[in-house]
């Protein structure tokens, strides 16, 4: 193994192991809808309050859409671009994967995919991309730069594109996964890696949680 | 895991000058869709007992619109160290193809990650470009934008040095899963070791996907290992 993997492995373990993921992973991929309150995501204190990000969706022609999950529900928010090879599909894929590991349940679970790289993720071609990975998923684009900085500073994410002299573009972007509630709080977090098994288990998890406040 | 420090300097010197060649290499059989094995020339030295392996080939799916693709496999080292230096895949599949690795960022963002992306080679310096259809070119487009674009990444740009590579351990420590995501001129395999190409690791990337990868098509990538010479391995496409 490379050096430079060993060390994403070992902050990707001490990332897990911080947020409690030692455990469980086994009855987790068996039964991700396990009652098993501990989380592999990172709860972030004080609880990041998104209500007022609103950004528009392109796969609804540009109409507002507001990071707060329909009720009893839970919207995933992530941050990436569609020329990306490796991290985006992946945690996008994991998302997939997860949402079929919950059965009836995937329905409570949407996701909203906010591309920080507009110039290329088109407004034609952008809403096919991200649902792909869930059908019926938010593409959320703005070319207003301003507006795109507010709402990745809410969330907590952070961005570039720069294009080089050379004509290389060089993006880089926040690799969390985020977790939104029906009021618009960011309840959980998960760094890139997490196993979409654990992924399933923890939305079950809140799921959960959210329906025992509701009812 | 052990790190054979001594070995990873040493290829690392040879790396460097054979970045140059090895890209001609790649783009080369990337375009002619070569599978010939004349590779008499590097594999004098060819274990006697002991091959490399490479098992559980496979890409993801790709998603509509997604221009970039990835390969994951696992490749098991033959009789003595050697290192993966190139892959190539058919004109049918991508434009071009890369060895990438996806690493912890150097400068401490917040777990975010860094990937360069849409690059292109300009093919008349390399040659390949007679041996692609002129009218019907999917690639012709990235061509056209500049006649300047390079691959060369964070990596061979500042110098690629080894030293660098000791700094960049120190300065990632602390960070919450930042990661950045470079091209390398080589993998090291060493004899009988297992060496991982996994997401968030290193990965050969498809750059810009002819057509859509569908879960089930199976693909063929040409590894170019240094010593072992070249290997051609399929690649499945799973809807994970």
């Known amino acids: 193994m490379n050096v430079r993997s060993t060390v994403a492995l070992a902050l990707a373990l001490a990332i897990a192991a911080l947020a409690g993921a030692c455990g469980g992973d086994e009855s987790a991929s068996t039964d991700p809808t396990k009652k098993d309150s501990s989380l592999a995501g990172i709860e972030r204190q004080p609880t990041p309050d ?71 993720d088109t407004s034609e071609m952008f809403p096919g991309y991200v649902q792909t990975f869930v059908p019926g998923a938010q593409a959320l684009r703005t ?21 080089k002299s ?24 998960w760094p890139f890696g997490i196993s979409s098994d654990d992924l399933a288990h923890d939305l079950a998890t809140l799921l959960d949680r959210q329906s025992a406040e509701t009812n | ?58 890409a993801r799916t790709s998603a509509a619109g997604q221009a970039n693709g990835a390969a994951y496999m696992v490749i098991t080292g033959g009789a003595e160290d050697d290192s993966l230096v190139g892959a190539s895949v058919d004109v049918t599949i991508a434009c071009e193809t890369q060895l990438h690795e996806t690493v912890p960022a150097e400068e401490g963002e917040e777990g975010s990650m860094t990937e360069t992306s849409t690059t292109m080679k300009t093919d008349t310096e390399m040659g390949s470009d007679t041996t692609v259809g002129s009218d019907t070119d999917p ?18 740009g500042s110098g690629g040095t080894d030293a660098e590579t000791d700094d960049e351990m120190k300065d990632d420590e602390g960070m919450d899963g930042a990661m950045t995501m470079r ?58």
């Not at chain 2, 012709?140 to 990596?155: E, H, I, K, R, V």
């Open chain 1, 143 to 163: 070319s207003d730069a301003t507006k795109l900085r507010a709402a990745a500073d809410a969330f907590g994410a952070d961005y570039s594109v720069e294009q």
């Open chain 1, 50 to 120: 998104v209500s007022t990000v609103t950004l528009p969706d392109v796969s609804a022609n540009g109409q507002p859409f507001t990071t707060i999950a329909d009720d009893g529900e839970l919207l995933l928010v992530y941050f990436g671009y569609t020329n990306c090879p490796d991290v985006c599909p992946t945690t996008l894929a994991d998302v997939r994967r997860a949402r079929r590991l919950l059965g009836d349940d995937a329905d409570r679970v949407d996701l909203a995919m906010v591309t920080i790289d507009p110039a290329r």
């Open chain 2, 1 to 58: 895991m052990s790190m054979p420090t001594r070995t990873r300097q040493h290829h690392r010197l040879r790396r460097t000058r054979h970045l140059a060649c090895v890209t001609v290499l790649v783009l080369g059989a990337a375009a002619c869709g070569d599978d010939d094995k004349s590779s008499s020339s590097t594999d004098t030295s060819a274990p006697s007992t002991s091959e490399i392996a490479v098992t559980e080939v496979w």
């Open chain 1, 166 to 189: 050379d004509g290389e573009i060089d993006v880089s972007h926040t690799a969390y996964l985020y977790a939104v509630d029906d009021t618009g709080k960011l309840v959980l977090q």
């Open chain 2, 139 to 156: 690639c012709a487009d990235l061509d056209d934008m500049s006649g300047d674009m390079t691959t060369t990444t964070a990596a061979a």
């Open chain 2, 183 to 240: 091209e390398v001129d080589a993998i090291d395999v060493p004899a009988g070791k297992k060496v991982v190409l996994e997401p968030g690791g290193y990965h050969v990337m498809l750059i810009r996907l002819i057509e859509p990868l569908v879960a089930g098509d199976k693909f063929d990538i040409e590894l170019e290992f240094e010593k072992a010479g070249k290997q051609t391995v399929t690649a499945e496409v799973r809807d994970e």
